[in-house]
């Protein structure tokens, strides 16, 4: 959704290529890119000529999404609001303040002055979330200072009303802070980066209007038409007490070791590993067994083979 603010940006079709440039052909025992006045012209690699394969307007600029996803992870981001871990995890300084969601009286949707509405988050202990935002403000790296986006800072709280009666105009000129209406809320101010957990200041109208934006499990929301909040898969999300109650205990197995006896996790080859090999041959020990006693019969065969008579010896010396 980020993506779909930017504007389309192009290189000029004739950048690069305004000039009377001809190649000198083979033959010269120059290069054959073209030369204007002895330097080259039009190649991406030359001064002054065209980049390579220039930007297009028409490219993708735009990601569409399901509406159905969006609103999905519209009502997540609310939800998350609520959560005190998400939302200090997120760097926000709520520490002080006395809970989270924070709803505050419809009075506020009425104050015009910026003092006012210092005075209201100081009272509720949000201003700390604010000075936040102040101190981070820094210059901008690289060319983007350059090109009215000088600054850079955190996100502050977020202010949500159900009528404008003057917050806007009170609010506005807070480092960090931003305002939207209940009925237009949008997720990239719920969740900056795509990161939950944005600290939500509601106005009591505002709250109340959650169940007319979004609807409920059961009710279809009055203004998206026949939407109804995504039904939760468990009903209890105290899983940890579902795990240890009566009930799921007394049909699971016993917990096991935390380490699993792997035995056979490495490959060995039965060649080599005559243990392996007898496992996938038992006949491998048999065969093994009659190898080694036919060697060794031969081998005393030939240890006790009879020496020559004397009577022979006798002949072969008097020859």
């Given at each position: 959704m980020?993506?779909?603010?930017?504007?389309?940006?192009a290189?000029?079709q004739?950048?690069?290529?305004?000039?009377?440039?001809?190649?000198?052909?083979?033959?010269?025992a120059?290069?054959?890119?073209p030369?204007?006045?002895?330097?080259?012209?039009?190649?991406?690699?030359?001064?002054?000529g065209?980049?390579f394969?220039?930007?297009k307007v028409?490219?993708k600029?735009?990601?569409?999404?399901?509406?159905?996803?969006?609103?999905?992870a519209?009502?997540?981001?609310?939800?998350?609001?609520?959560?005190?871990?998400?939302?200090?995890?997120r760097?926000?300084?709520?520490?002080?303040?006395?809970?989270?969601?924070?709803?505050?009286?419809?009075?506020?949707?009425?104050i015009?002055?910026?003092?006012?509405?210092?005075d209201?988050?100081?009272?509720?202990?949000?201003?700390?979330?604010?000075a936040?935002?102040?101190?981070?403000?820094?210059?901008?790296?690289?060319?983007?200072?350059?090109?009215?986006?000088?600054?850079?800072?955190?996100?502050?709280?977020?202010?949500?009303?159900?009528?404008d009666?003057?917050?806007?105009h009170?609010f506005?000129?807070?480092?960090?802070?931003?305002?939207?209406?209940?009925?237009?809320?949008?997720?990239?101010?719920?969740?900056p980066?795509?990161?939950?957990?944005?600290?939500?200041?509601?106005?009591?109208?505002?709250?109340?209007a959650?169940?007319?934006?979004?609807?409920?499990?059961?009710e279809?929301?009055?203004?998206?038409?026949?939407?109804?909040?995504?039904?939760?898969?468990?009903?209890?999300?105290?899983?940890?007490?579902?795990?240890?109650?009566?009930?799921?205990?007394?049909?699971?197995?016993?917990a096991?070791?935390?380490?699993t006896?792997?035995?056979?996790?490495?490959?060995?080859n039965?060649?080599?590993?005559?243990q392996?090999?007898?496992?996938?041959?038992?006949?491998?020990?048999?065969?093994?067994?009659?190898?080694?006693?036919?060697?060794?019969k031969?081998t005393t065969?030939?240890?006790?083979?009879?020496?020559?008579?004397k009577?022979?010896l006798?002949?072969?010396?008097?020859d």
């Amino acid at each position: 959704m980020a993506k779909n603010h930017r504007q389309p940006y192009a290189a000029k079709q004739q950048a690069g290529e305004e000039t009377s440039a001809e190649s000198w052909g083979t033959g010269r025992a120059v290069a054959r890119i073209p030369v204007s006045r002895v330097v080259a012209a039009f190649g991406n690699m030359t001064r002054g000529g065209r980049m390579f394969a220039p930007n297009k307007v028409w490219r993708k600029w735009h990601v569409r999404t399901n509406v159905n996803q969006k609103r999905y992870a519209t009502v997540s981001a609310v939800a998350a609001s609520g959560v005190t871990a998400l939302v200090v995890g997120r760097g926000h300084r709520v520490q002080a303040i006395e809970e989270v969601p924070l709803v505050v009286s419809a009075e506020v949707e009425s104050i015009k002055k910026t003092k006012e509405a210092t005075d209201v988050l100081k009272a509720l202990k949000a201003y700390a979330d604010v000075a936040k935002v102040s101190n981070t403000r820094s210059i901008r790296a690289g060319r983007g200072k350059l090109r009215n986006r000088r600054h850079r800072q955190r996100r502050g709280p977020l202010v949500v009303y159900a009528e404008d009666n003057g917050i806007t105009h009170a609010f506005r000129n807070l480092p960090g802070v931003e305002l939207i209406d209940v009925t237009r809320l949008n997720l990239l101010q719920l969740a900056p980066g795509g990161h939950l957990g944005r600290f939500v200041i509601w106005t009591q109208p505002a709250f109340e209007a959650l169940d007319k934006v979004f609807g409920t499990e059961t009710e279809v929301s009055e203004q998206k038409k026949g939407y109804t909040l995504p039904t939760a898969v468990i009903s209890n999300p105290d899983v940890a007490g579902l795990i240890a109650s009566d009930e799921i205990q007394a049909v699971v197995r016993p917990a096991q070791s935390r380490f699993t006896k792997r035995p056979y996790t490495q490959k060995k080859n039965p060649l080599r590993n005559s243990q392996v090999l007898v496992r996938l041959n038992p006949y491998a020990q048999v065969l093994r067994r009659a190898e080694i006693l036919g060697k060794n019969k031969k081998t005393t065969k030939a240890a006790y083979k009879k020496s020559a008579s004397k009577k022979f010896l006798d002949i072969l010396k008097a020859d």
